[in-house]
């Protein structure tokens, strides 16, 4: 079945810019929508963008200013960029897949913590 | 946009029923039928629950559904089980065809 997996760093500077990967496996990344979402510690989910594996994009108003996304369609990834980072953008980051009939993520990562400090 | 407004905490005995609300706007889940719900347990990502405001997905039991009036959509587990205490977040599609979820609620089992 399909999976997705997040990889990068877990430890990210002030002002810097996180970078994350999210491999799938199991299937293709063609005629998908590709998200990613994270979660602070001990709150909420916030959807961050997503991307068609063809290129058009969406982005949260609150991060597009800071927020990049491809898709590596011949290695089956896609990639987040979020530029400036502060503490407050230190969570758990989490990539899904969203059908395209659906509005809805029915496949995610396992997530990975990224952590924002000196 | 603002988040989805659901109740933090909702708790219940087992094999009672719960209802846990989720209120939008008419630019999110009051107009369009892409409400979706999503439980979590502690660690773990994620799993879609209902879609397109009560579908469930293949292998999701029966005991949950879902429903939508106006501007609140819900979700109801009956029959409630230990193994059903966790996190549970609304999301839906808005008219800037962005994502927005609710804040979360946590469902006890008593």
């Known amino acids: 079945q399909v999976q997705l997996q997040e990889s990068g760093p877990g430890l990210v500077k002030p002002s810097e810019t996180l970078s994350l990967t999210c491999t799938v496996s199991g299937g293709s990344i063609s005629s998908y929508y590709w998200s990613w979402i994270r979660q602070p510690p001990g709150k909420g989910l916030e959807w961050i963008a997503y991307m068609y594996y063809s290129g058009s994009t969406n982005y949260n108003p609150s991060l597009k200013s800071r927020v990049t996304i491809s898709v590596d369609t011949p290695k089956n990834q896609f990639s987040l960029k979020l530029s400036s980072v502060t503490a407050a953008d230190t969570a758990v980051y989490y990539c899904?897949?969203?059908?395209?009939?659906?509005?809805?993520?029915?496949?995610w990562g396992q997530g990975t913590m990224v952590t924002v400090s000196s | 946009q603002s988040a989805l407004t659901q109740p933090a905490s909702v708790s219940g005995s087992p094999g009672q029923s719960i209802t846990i609300s989720c209120t939008g706007t008419s630019s999110d889940v009051g107009g369009y039928n892409y409400v979706s719900w999503y439980q979590q347990h502690p660690g773990k990502a994620p799993k879609l629950m209902i879609y397109?405001?009560?579908n469930r997905p293949s292998g999701v039991t029966h005991r949950f559904s879902g429903s939508k009036s106006g501007n609140t959509a819900s979700l109801a587990v009956s029959g409630l089980q230990a193994e059903d205490e966790a996190d549970y977040y609304c999301s839906s599609y808005t008219s800037s065809s962005a994502v927005v979820f609710g804040g979360g609620t946590r469902l006890t089992v008593l």
């Open positions: 397109d405001v009560s």
């Open positions: 899904a897949r969203r059908p395209v009939p659906l509005r809805a993520f029915d496949i």
